[in-house]
């Protein structure tokens, strides 16, 4: 895993720093992990109830098929 400081952009980092979060695009319930995406560098991020991190598109793509809306 990159370094937080290696990971996204100022903008995105800032909001993790800063108690909010990147737009969010959905929520994984079987992870229980919540996946969002900066407008301004385009980077995926998920986020658990440890921590946040961004991960590459096929991540989210994968999680993204097996979602299950309730
Ligand atoms: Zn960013």
Known sequence: MKEFDDQGCEICRQQWLSGTHPRE???????????YQCDACGAYWEETNRYAAQVDQDRVQRCRDRRVDV
Request: aromatic share 18%; hydrophobic share 55%; proline share 0%.
């Open 25 to 35: 695009l959905f929520v994984c319930a079987s992870e229980q992990v919540s996946f």
